[in-house]
């Protein structure tokens, strides 16, 4: 293989490995991926489908021998387990940590709205996946913390029960009570297929659920709010408008935390699942909205200096009208990338 076709099947052998998404979305992954990085003249649309269809028949031939459970069914059990001692437990949370912790706020907000919380969380993102895959000393990091925590304290009661809960599984974890060192589980090799009918790991929308029915708490139960306002300095689980105008109203720029405000919905507006603003130096507004769901979404951007351009946005949305974001930039690959 040459040096791009190696790049690609590196790529292919993840996504098929991983066991997260269905062929069909990995062929069309894949010929993008040739196209963005201009590989078309000497990549062709035939080797990249053959590569594919062979590495999963191989997986599947493979599978036939795995030990069970896996030590990817015995993970899938710890974070479950996780979940219902009220851990927020994510597979898989985007590409970095960054990308997890965002994750894992999007799951927190879904936990206020059912006016509750979680102790803490964890999750392993993609690129500590790609360790577990290695056929040389796999391992899998996991990162931990609590939302909005900076109580080492905190931090370290959280690294315990994870790492209980782990070794109970019978993982060989390494972890030397450093609340700023990941968890590692050590000898960790990742088996795991793709089933069309099978569990969907990546539906975090499930982890919020799963984690208020060991609370006692039902969905329906908790739609008693529509909106969940967030900034830099409140939480609001039942606004008013009033409450959302006010917020705009006190919006600051200060140099290390510039003022922001999040209005989520607890249902989608038009598809629309929430706006958001934050006050840059010069006292522009950048306005955010994001469309879709936790996993397949877009992202828009709209910059004003009109505090009332702003304040009429969010009104509109309040009152449950959807904006018209049609000239908006799409900034979803800075999200993704």
Not at 70 to 75: A, W
Not at 209 to 228: P, Q
Request: charge should be negative; aromatic fraction near 12%; charged fraction near 30%.
């Amino acid at each position: 293989m040459t040096e791009n076709q190696e790049f690609i099947f590196e790529s292919i052998f993840n996504q098929v490995r991983a066991g997260f998404t269905p062929i069909s979305e990995i062929k069309e992954n894949i010929l993008e991926e040739i196209e963005d990085n201009e590989f078309d003249d000497e990549i062709s649309e035939k080797w990249a489908i053959d590569t594919i269809e062979k590495e999963y028949n191989k997986l599947v031939l493979e599978s036939k021998n795995w030990k069970n459970p896996t030590d990817t069914e015995r993970l899938i059990e710890a974070f479950d387990e996780l979940c219902s001692q009220n851990i927020i437990a994510l597979h898989n949370a985007g590409y970095t940590t960054s990308d997890g912790e965002y994750e894992v706020v999007h799951v927190e907000r879904s936990l206020l709205k059912k006016q509750t919380s979680s102790d803490g969380y964890c999750f392993y993102h993609e690129q500590d996946l790609s360790r577990a895959l290695s056929t040389e000393n796999p391992s899998l990091y996991i990162a931990f913390q609590k939302v909005n925590n900076s109580d080492n304290n905190v931090t370290l009661e959280v690294g315990k029960k994870i790492v209980k809960v782990l070794t109970n599984k019978g993982f060989n974890v390494k972890w030397d009570n450093d609340v700023n060192t990941k968890i590692l589980i050590q000898d960790f090799k990742w088996q795991h297929i793709y089933k069309e009918n099978g569990r969907d790991l990546l539906d975090f929308d499930k982890v919020a659920e799963l984690i208020s029915e060991n609370k006692g708490i039902t969905i329906e139960a908790k739609s008693i709010a529509d909106f969940y306002l967030e900034t830099d300095v409140i939480d609001n689980n039942n606004p008013t408008l009033t409450d959302v105008l006010n917020a705009i109203e006190d919006m600051k720029y200060k140099e290390e935390d510039p003022s922001f405000i999040v209005l989520d919905f607890t249902k989608k507006i038009a598809n629309i699942l929430y706006i958001q603003a934050v006050i840059n130096k010069d006292s522009s507004y950048d306005i955010e909205l994001r469309t879709g769901n936790a996993e397949n979404f877009n992202h828009y951007r709209y910059i004003t200096k009109d505090k009332n351009e702003l304040l009429a946005y969010f009104t509109k949305m309040y009152n449950k009208i959807p904006v018209d974001y049609s000239s908006w930039l799409n900034v979803t690959e800075e999200f993704t990338a």
